[in-house]
């Protein structure tokens, strides 16, 4: 079962589009990363997956092809959105049995469990609890519903190491004990790459990589060799970026598997995620790539050192 | 650290019917608690205020009638103290039973959506199991039973207080601010002014400018009313006093007018409410 599905997605605000022809693929059972720059449309995709916001071009489906905003899709997802909101004046009991009364099952066992380890008072009001705590609660609200999909975004963007270790750690439980299928979203590269093994890159509104974490670097590699050469390897190989320094170029090639030949006179590296993320995030309007195939080539950025 | 399981996943096809609409009842009652409690202690105070200032209205005019064909000296000394004292009260409190229905309904409506989309707490709200569209349709139903009730019963209250000095004056409940406090109007212009507070709302998204421009649009509506709607249902009588203390002619269309007035209000607020849920399926951020 495919947990998210888009086809030519697309969100405009008047003439501004926020996110463009985004057709996806995410599998169940994935932590999928959702990786951009501010403006890139992270917030906009996930908010449509969530029901949220209304697209104005393609289809998003959640949770096995339900329509995202459906009873289904809503029933099944849980969202957590920027900066956690949640009714300050309420107090943590009162959210518990709010969101018990909006919604099909509430694990209410669960949700004071949480709280309780937390050492989160359920009389406390929301509005007065810490940034972490608050994050902590509309995660464990999201939770205690227990969705098939859990939709965070920019979880961590408010909280100290500790509370986005001790968030991440909730996250990470579920998805062991539960099959929860995660999507979220970080600035935080590293972050990121302790907990997903899948990632999708956004920039300015359009996909420009999306794979599984193993494909994706089995799909990559960086070849090192005489910056004199580079335009000639260029021409040779699908590539995404090249950077010269000095005498040496480092250029970053997409192959189609681990026996493709290196270059003469040429060194091959793996490549990390951070760099290949880094790398798709610098190509100028790429199109999207959905897995490692090659058959699209974007253009690739040249960055002087 | 203790390892929290969940328990069973749900099945893929849990029944996906509604969830009941009664749930929503608690909702409401919970997020609006401060509204819910407030509009309905207010105008509980106000009643209080116009029970009690009515039995000693309606004692002055009881012992004012009583006193008629006496001593004529003693007796209009009588009726103009009461004029000056009784008759400037229930004035004043005629004009604030004006405003009554724009105050309560602003206050109540312009706070339902426009907090949510203000705090970003929408994007919890509308991401439940229960719907957007259903959860609020139900809290403005919810709301807005409260305020036809208590502004109901808060214009039967005034009717009967006002009755002695408006015979007095030679007033009749057909005159426009006598007849939007009563009967069906008084409710029915409560409700309106929510339907527009809760459209601007949601229009706006502030909960302040949406208060400033529900006020702005009430009164658009009443000089609306009171210009050129109520003219065609409500006939305007001839001026001229009635004698002191006279028995009133009653008001002719005064209940067919009432129904019409009420009835076009009503019709406002469903199409309000009906755009606002529009807004609400297909205008989010």
Redesign the interface.
């Known amino acids: 079962m495919n947990v998210i599905e888009t086809s030519g997605l697309g969100k405009s605000y008047g003439r501004v589009a926020a996110l463009r022809d985004c057709t996806l693929t995410v599998p169940a059972g994935r932590a999928a990363a959702l990786v951009g720059p501010n403006g890139a449309g992270k917030s906009t995709l996930k908010s449509m997956l969530a029901g949220l916001t209304i697209p104005t071009a393609g289809t998003a489906a959640v949770l096995g092809g339900q329509p995202a905003g459906s009873a289904a899709a809503l029933d099944g997802t849980g969202f957590v959105a920027q900066d956690a909101p949640v009714y300050k004046s309420l107090s943590c009991g009162d959210m518990l049995h709010l969101t018990a009364n909006l919604n099909r099952r509430f694990d209410h066992e669960y949700a004071q469990a949480r709280l309780a380890e937390l050492g989160i008072p359920l009389k406390k009001k929301a509005g007065k609890l810490s940034g972490g705590q608050q994050a902590q609660l509309a995660l464990t609200l999201a939770l205690a519903r227990r969705p098939r999909l859990l939709i965070l975004d920019e979880p961590l963007a408010a909280l100290d190491p500790l509370a986005r270790q001790d968030f991440m750690g909730t996250v990470m439980t579920a998805m062991a004990d539960d099959g929860v299928s995660v999507l979220l979203s970080s600035h935080a590269l590293a972050e990121l790459e302790r907990v997903a093994d899948y990632f999708i890159v956004l920039a300015s509104g359009e996909v420009r990589l999306a794979g599984d974490a193993d494909d994706l670097l089995a799909g990559h590699r960086m070849l090192t060799g005489p910056a004199a050469e580079a335009g000639l390897v260029a021409s040779q190989q699908s590539i995404v970026q090249i950077r010269r320094a000095a005498a040496q170029a480092h250029v970053l090639v997409r192959i189609s598997g681990p026996d493709e030949p290196v270059p003469p006179g040429w060194e091959a590296h793996a490549v990390g995620l951070e760099e290949l993320i880094l790398a798709y995030l610098r190509a100028p309007g790429g199109p999207a790539q959905p897995g490692p195939s090659a058959a699209l080539r974007p253009e690739p950025t040249e960055v002087a050192r | 650290?203790?390892?929290?399981?969940?328990?069973a996943?749900?099945s893929?096809d849990?029944g996906?019917a509604?969830?009941p609409w009664r749930?929503?009842v608690?909702?409401t009652w919970?997020?609006h608690r401060a509204t819910l409690i407030s509009v309905p202690a207010v105008l509980g105070g106000v009643a209080l205020f116009l029970l009690l200032a009515g039995l000693k209205v309606h004692h002055d005019y009881a012992v004012l009638a009583a006193c008629h064909g006496a001593g004529a000296a003693a007796c209009e000394n009588r009726a103009s103290a009461l004029t000056s004292t009784d008759w400037t009260m229930a004035n004043t409190v005629l004009i604030l039973m004006n405003l009554a229905p724009v105050l309560i309904g602003a206050f109540a409506g312009a706070p339902v959506l426009a907090r949510e989309l203000e705090?970003?707490?929408f994007?919890?709200?509308?991401?439940?199991?229960?719907?957007r569209v259903r959860?609020t349709l139900a809290r403005i139903v919810l709301i807005a039973i409260v305020l036809a009730a208590v502004s109901g019963a808060l214009g039967v209250l005034f009717a009967w207080f006002f009755g002695p000095p408006m015979r007095n004056t030679g007033m009749t409940p057909g005159e426009a601010t006598v007849f939007v406090t009563r009967g069906l109007a008084f409710p029915a212009w409560t409700l309106a002014a929510f339907a527009i507070g809760v459209f601007l709302g949601m229009l706006i998204r502030r909960v302040i400018p949406a208060l400033a421009v529900t006020l702005g649009a009430f009164l658009a509506l009443d000089l609306l009313a009171w210009l050129v709607v109520r003219k065609l249902y409500l006939p305007e009588l001839a001026p001229g006093r009635i004698a002191l203390l006279q028995r009133q002619p009653a008001v002719p269309h005064f209940w067919p007018a009432q129904f019409i007035e009420a009835g076009w209000l009503l019709a406002l607020s469903a199409l309000l409410v009906a755009a606002t849920l529009w807004l609400v399926?297909?205008r989010?951020?």
């Open positions: 650290m203790t390892v929290l399981t969940l328990t996943q749900p893929r849990a996906m509604p969830l749930r929503m608690w909702v919970r997020q705090t970003g707490t994007r919890y709200a509308w991401t439940q199991g229960f719907g959860s399926r297909h989010v951020a």
